[in-house]
């Protein structure tokens, strides 16, 4: 977990938002760029375009999960097994964050503080990833966890 870590760090000194980070992440691990989705994912930073909303971190974790269980092209087929992925996902995130905050709203997280921010945000960052990781291991997506071999944003 050190390196997810230190990668997520680095990630947000180079301003990238949450919802960003875990796009970034989740390319990194399948040894893509796509800096065309990263900024698309800025759409969701600070709870839906900075109106404190739902959290970026949750909302991009779903998007983090349909990179790879959705469906792209026309001669895919979406996957069965996302909806029942994000709803894992959410479930897991109201129980851990939801109860733990008073909601899953951006603006209930952190309250207006920078200090919650600075504070709450990287762990859930952190914490969400790996659970994603966890989720897609689980379902077949993934054989191994992140490595921080590929690195370029």
């Known amino acids: 977990m050190a390196n997810v870590a230190e990668r ?14 875990l796009l970034i992440l989740g390319l990194e691990h399948q040894g893509k760029k796509n800096p065309d989705l990263v900024r698309a ?7 839906l375009g900075n109106c404190g909303k739902v959290c970026g971190v ?13 469906r792209g092209e026309l001669e895919e087929q979406k996957n069965s097994e996302l909806e029942d992925m994000i ?40 914490e969400t ?6 989720i897609l291991k689980d379902n077949g997506f993934i054989e191994e966890q992140y490595s921080q071999e590929n690195e370029g944003y």
Do not use: H
């Not at 760090?9 to 980070?21: D, E, H, P």
């Not at 990833?129 to 966890?134: A, P, S, T």
């Open 58 to 70: 949750l909302t991009g974790s779903a998007c983090l999960l349909g990179l790879y269980a959705g």
């Open 41 to 47: 994912m800025a759409g969701l930073a600070n709870g």
């Open 129 to 134: 990833y790996m659970k994603v990781q966890e």
């Open 87 to 126: 709803s894992d996902l959410v479930t897991w995130f109201e129980e851990k964050y939801g109860n733990a905050y008073g909601g899953i709203d951006c603006g209930i997280i952190v309250n207006d503080d920078p200090w919650n921010r600075m504070l709450r945000c990287p762990n859930m960052v952190i």
């Open 8 to 21: 997520i760090a680095q990630l947000r000194a180079q301003g990238f938002q949450c919802s960003q980070i």
